[in-house]
């Protein structure tokens, strides 16, 4: 802030070694290791898994391992192979596919319970992933009780 003040032809270079400088000391702070590693997705995929009941954004997804929204898409699909998006899709298709199986909930329970916005919704997207309905997956798995 001194610097700016001054106005220096110097400030804009102390400047820019002053912010070099902080951003060294946080990276030692933290063990030296980037943002974006295995552990920190870790910590994404956990989230995704206790929060599928909610609406899930890249935005929020981004801020948990401090990387910008380009940057953290880049890095997600490096560790997993899929988008976060897909990733969230498929995380709450499987646990549908479980309430399905073994719930007494009706599939627009399901649906709202695995954070899908409405039954058609779910129904399309569970159809084009399973290659049946909800409703046929559910009849087939309680015959086979």
């Given at each position: 802030?001194?610097?700016?003040?001054?106005?220096?032809?110097?400030?804009?270079?102390?400047?820019?070694?002053?912010?070099?400088?902080?951003?060294?000391?946080?990276?030692?702070?933290s063990g030296g290791?980037?943002?974006?590693?295995?552990?920190?997705?870790?910590?994404?995929?956990?989230?995704?898994?206790?929060?599928?009941?909610?609406?899930?954004?890249?935005?929020?997804?981004?801020?948990?391992?401090?990387?910008?929204?380009?940057?953290?898409?880049?890095?997600?699909?490096?560790?997993?192979?899929?988008?976060?998006?897909?990733?969230?899709?498929?995380?709450?298709?499987?646990?549908?596919?479980?309430?399905?199986?073994?719930?007494?909930?009706?599939?627009?329970?399901?649906?709202?319970?695995?954070?899908?916005?409405?039954?058609?919704?779910?129904?399309?997207?569970?159809?084009?992933?399973?290659?049946?309905?909800?409703?046929?997956?559910?009849?087939?798995?309680?015959?086979s009780e």
């Open positions: 802030r001194r610097e700016n003040i001054r106005g220096s032809q110097d400030s804009e270079d102390i400047i820019c070694l002053n912010l070099q400088e902080i951003c060294l000391h946080l990276l030692r702070l290791q980037p943002a974006g590693d295995r552990e920190d997705f870790n910590r994404v995929i956990e989230y995704i898994g206790n929060n599928l009941d909610c609406d899930i954004n890249l935005q929020d997804l981004a801020n948990l391992v401090c990387l910008e929204k380009t940057w953290f898409l880049k890095k997600f699909k490096q560790v997993t192979g899929m988008t976060p998006m897909a990733y969230t899709r498929n995380a709450r298709i499987n646990r549908a596919k479980e309430l399905l199986e073994f719930s007494d909930m009706n599939v627009t329970q399901i649906a709202e319970a695995v954070g899908f916005c409405s039954i058609h919704y779910f129904t399309r997207q569970f159809t084009a992933v399973e290659g049946i309905s909800p409703s046929q997956y559910k009849r087939i798995h309680q015959m």
